[in-house]
C-alpha cells in the first residue's frame, strides 16, 4: 500500500498525525506530512482510519 | 423564574422560537429538515439576516464543497458589523492565504504542546478554588475564565483584565442578552468595539518599545512578503482571536460537561481508561457541534448538491446537520472510544478554524484534569438546563454537584 497526500486539499486538521504518528507527522503550520509512502502491512489499517477521518480528503491510498 | 414575577413576558420572535428549536436538539431540528429537500432555502433566512436570499446546506459533501469553493464562496459576510474585517476571517485569497501562513504556526499543534503544561496548571487552580463545596456552577468555575486567562496569557495581557476580556467578549457575540434587547446590544457593541481596537493599539505602541516573548510583539515585529502588518492589521488580528477564541472553548466545555454528567457510563470510561480522553473529545465535538454552522456568500450564480444558487445568496455551511446525517451512515452513532470519525466541527477548506489545535489543547486539558479530581458529577438536581438559542449552541448556566471526601 502507498499513500500521499495532497498538499493543496490538506488545511492542517491534524487527524492523521494523530492516528498514525508513525505514518505522518505535523509541518510547523501543522499540516501533514509524510514520514513513508509504502506502508508496511501492520500499520496499513491505522492509515486507512487516517484517510477516512481526514475532513478534507487530501489522503489517497493505492496498491 | 420566582413566584413573585409579575412581569408580561416578553414578546418572542419567530427568530428566537426558530434559533431555541434547533439549538435544543440539533441533531432532530437537522433530521427533520433533511426530508425537505437537500438545501433549505426557508427556514434559515434569519441566519442571513434577511439581507437577502439564504441557503443552508445540509448534507456533509455539499458543506465541504461550499468552504472549499473560495472561488464562489466568499467568507466576508460582515459577522462583526459593517466597518469590521476580521483578519484572517473575512479576507479572500490571496491575502488571506499570506496571513494563515503567518497565523498558522502560531496556534500549531508543537506551539500548543508547549502552552499545554501552563494551562493545566491553570485548569487546577480554578478547580482547587471550588472542588471541596462539591457544588460549582462549570461556567463561572472554569468554562469561561479558563479559555480567557489563556488569551491573556498568549497575548501577553495581565491576567487582571480577565472581568474585561469577559465583558468584551460577551458585548461581540452576544450583545443583545448584555444589553437586555437586540437594539441596546447594538448600541453597546458600536460603543465598545472602538474601544477595543484602541486599547489593542495602545498595547501594539507599548511592544514597539517593550517587545516581549508574546503574540502582540509577534504581530509586530514579523514580516509576511517582505513587509510588516500595518497597525490596523495587527488590531484587526487580535480582535479575530478575541471574537473567535474564548466563546468557541466555553459552549464546547458546557456541552461536553452536560454530556458527561448526564451520562455516568461515560464518567466510568474515563475513570477506567483516562487514555480515552482524546477520544471522548473529539467525537462529543463532532456529535455536539457547539459551532452549528458558519456563513459564506454565493459571489455568481451558480449550482450546489444540484440546486441553483443566485450571486448574493446568504450560504449557511450547516456543520452540525453535516456531522450527523443519513449520507455517512457511521455518523449516526455515537461511539467515545472511537475519535477517528471524520467530522467538520472545525469547517473545512482554507478558513477551517485557526485556533483547533488550542480549542483541542484545552478541551483535552480540562476533561482530563476534572476527571483526576473529580470523576464522578451529576447536574445538580431540581435545575432547569437551557440551550443558548445560538448559532454557538451552548448552556450558560450549568451547576454541577459531588461527593466531596471525608
Known sequence: ??????????????????????????????????????????LQEKVRQAANTCPERAITLSE | MA???????????????????????????????????????????????????????LHRDDIGQLLRDVDTYSSEVFAYGPDVHAIPQEIQAPLHTTYRRLLDPLFSPKKMAELQPKVEVAVNKFIDAFIDNGEVEVNEGLAVPLPCMTFLDLLGLPSEELQMLIYWKDVLIR???????FSEGQRIQAEVVPQMFARFA???????????????????????????LTEEEQCSVLFFLLAAGLDTVTISLQAMFYYIATHPETQQLLQDDPSQVENVVEELLRWETPVMSVMRVAKEDTELGGCPISKGTFMVACLASGNVEEEVPESLNLDLTRGDKAHLAFGAGPHRCLGSHLARMELRTVIREWHKRIPFYEVKPGESIEWVPSALRGIDYLPLQWKTKG
Open chain 1, 1 to 42: 500500500m502507498k499513500v500521499a497526500i495532497d498538499v493543496d486539499l490538506c488545511q492542517g486538521h491534524g487527524r492523521c498525525y494523530e492516528i498514525a504518528p508513525e505514518v505522518f507527522t505535523d509541518d510547523d503550520r501543522g499540516r501533514g506530512e509524510l514520514l513513508m509512502v509504502e506502508i508496511p502491512a501492520d
Open chain 2, 3 to 57: 413566584e413573585s414575577t409579575t412581569q408580561e413576558p416578553r414578546p418572542v420572535s419567530p427568530f428566537a422560537v426558530w434559533q431555541a428549536e434547533r439549538s435544543s436538539d440539533p441533531r432532530g431540528y437537522y433530521a427533520n429538515l433533511r426530508k425537505e429537500g437537500r438545501i433549505d432555502f426557508k427556514t434559515h433566512r434569519w441566519a442571513g439576516g434577511k439581507k437577502g436570499p439564504t441557503a443552508a446546506v
Open chain 2, 175 to 181: 450583545p443583545e442578552i448584555v444589553g437586555g434587547s
Open chain 2, 202 to 228: 495602545q498595547e501594539v505602541e507599548d511592544r514597539k518599545v517593550n517587545p516581549r516573548d508574546d503574540l502582540i510583539t509577534y504581530f509586530t515585529t514579523t514580516e509576511v512578503d517582505g513587509r510588516k
